[in-house]
C-alpha cells in the first residue's frame, strides 16, 4: 500500500532532531520503521514531517557499567542478540528479546522504537516494568529522566511530549547470582505473545526469595508489575506449593478484557501458567 505524502528529515544530531519535531506539530520520529511504516500505510499516522533517527550515532551503543545497562534507542534487537557482554550483564532481557518477531524485523527494530510504540504485548516494555528501568528523554528545551512506571499511558500512548525523542533506557544492575526466567505464549514463533511474564528474585543466606519482581505483558493495555504474585513469593522457599501461589495470585490479579484474539478468562489462566512456568525455569537454574 502506498504511504501517505511527508516530508523527510535525516539530521545528525540529537539537538537538530527535537528542534524539528518541535518545529512541526504533527511530525514523527523514524527509527526502525517496523512499525510506524505499517502504521503510515494503513493510515493510523500521518505525519508532515518524518524525522530519521539513523544518524544519531549516540543513541546507537551499549554500554555496561557497576550502574547497570543502558541501552541507547536506536540499538536494535539484533545488536542485544549478538552483544556477548549482555549475556552476563543481562541475561533476562536477552531472554526476552528471543522472543521479539523475526530475523528481519530484529535487524531493524529498536530499542526507542518499542518503547515510544507502547505496544501492550511487546517484550521490552516488560523487561523494563519490571525491571524498574529508567527511559532518557530529550525535548528541545530539556532533557528529561522518566520512571517507567510512570511511561506507559496505554496502548501506543506514553508520557513522551510531541518534541521529545527516547535517547536511553537504564537496567538497574543485574547480580549474577539472580535467578530469572521469562516465557510467553504466541500462537506462531516470531508473534506478539498473547500473555507473557518476566521474573526474578534474588536469594538470602537462608535460602528464600528476596526482591521478587514479576512483570507480566498481553493482560492489560500496558506492561504490568504483578506486586500481589511478587508478595505471594517473598520470603518463601521457592517451592512447588510457593510457585504455585504465585501463579494463582497473579490470574487474580488481572483483568484482561476479551478482544479478537483471545478471551480475557484465556489471558488470566495463561499468565498465571506463564508465571507458573518462568519461576520453575528461574527456580531449575
Ligand atoms: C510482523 C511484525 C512482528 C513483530 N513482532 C514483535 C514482537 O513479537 N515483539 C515486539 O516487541 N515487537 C514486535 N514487532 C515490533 C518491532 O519489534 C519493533 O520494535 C517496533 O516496530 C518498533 O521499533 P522500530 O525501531 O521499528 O520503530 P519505528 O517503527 O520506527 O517507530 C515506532 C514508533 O516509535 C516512535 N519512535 C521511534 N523511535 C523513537 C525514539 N527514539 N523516540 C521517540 N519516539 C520514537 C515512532 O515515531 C513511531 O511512533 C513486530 C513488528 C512486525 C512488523
Not at 183 to 196: H, K, M, S, V
Request: proline letters at 6%; glycine letters at 8%.
Amino acid at each position: 500500500m502506498k504511504l501517505p505524502p511527508f516530508d523527510y528529515a535525516c539530521p545528525e544530531s540529537v539537538a537538530d532532531a527535537v528542534a524539528l519535531l518541535a518545529a512541526h506539530d504533527d511530525a514523527k520520529p523514524l527509527a526502525g520503521g517496523q512499525s510506524l511504516v505499517p502504521m503510515l500505510a494503513f493510515r493510523v499516522a500521518s505525519p508532515s514531517l518524518v524525522v530519521d533517527l539513523r544518524k544519531l550515532k549516540d543513541l546507537q551503543q551499549i554500554k555496561i557499567s557497576a550502574n547497570g545497562v543502558t541501552l541507547g534507542a536506536m540499538v536494535r534487537w539484533c545488536d542485544i542478540l549478538e552483544d556477548a557482554k549482555l549475556r552476563t550483564a543481562h541475561p533476562l532481557l536477552v531472554a526476552a528479546v528471543k522472543h521479539v518477531a523475526h530475523y528481519q524485523i530484529r535487524n531493524r527494530g529498536t530499542v526507542g522504537g518499542s518503547l515510544a510504540h507502547a505496544d501492550p504485548a511487546a517484550e521490552l516494555p516488560c523487561i523494563a516494568v519490571a525491571c524498574e528501568a529508567e527511559i532518557a528523554v530529550a525535548g528541545k528545551a530539556a532533557t528529561r529522566t522518566i520512571a517507567v512506571a510512570d511511561f506507559f499511558k496505554g496502548p501506543l500512548m506514553t508520557a513522551l511530549a510531541g518534541d521529545e525523542i527516547i535517547t536511553e533506557l537504564r537496567l538497574p544492575p543485574w547480580p549474577a547470582a539472580r535467578r530469572f526466567g521469562f516465557e510467553e505464549f504466541a500462537r506462531r514463533q516470531g508473534d506478539f505473545a498473547i500473555a507473557g511474564a518476566a521474573v526474578y528474585y534474588d536469594l538470602d543466606g537462608g535460602g528464600k526469595a528476596r526482591n521478587v519482581h514479576v512483570g507480566a505483558i498481553g493482560v492489560a493495555d500496558r506492561p504490568l508489575r504483578l506486586h500481589a504474585a511478587e508478595n505471594a513469593l517473598n520470603g518463601k522457599t521457592v517451592d512447588e506449593a510457593a510457585i504455585a501461589a504465585a501463579a494463582a495470585a497473579a490470574s487474580a490479579e488481572v483483568d484482561p478484557p476479551d478482544d479478537i484474539h483471545a478471551s480475557g478468562a484465556y489471558r488470566r489462566a495463561l499468565i498465571g501458567t506463564m508465571v507458573e512456568r518462568a519461576l520453575n525455569a528461574a527456580a531449575a537454574a
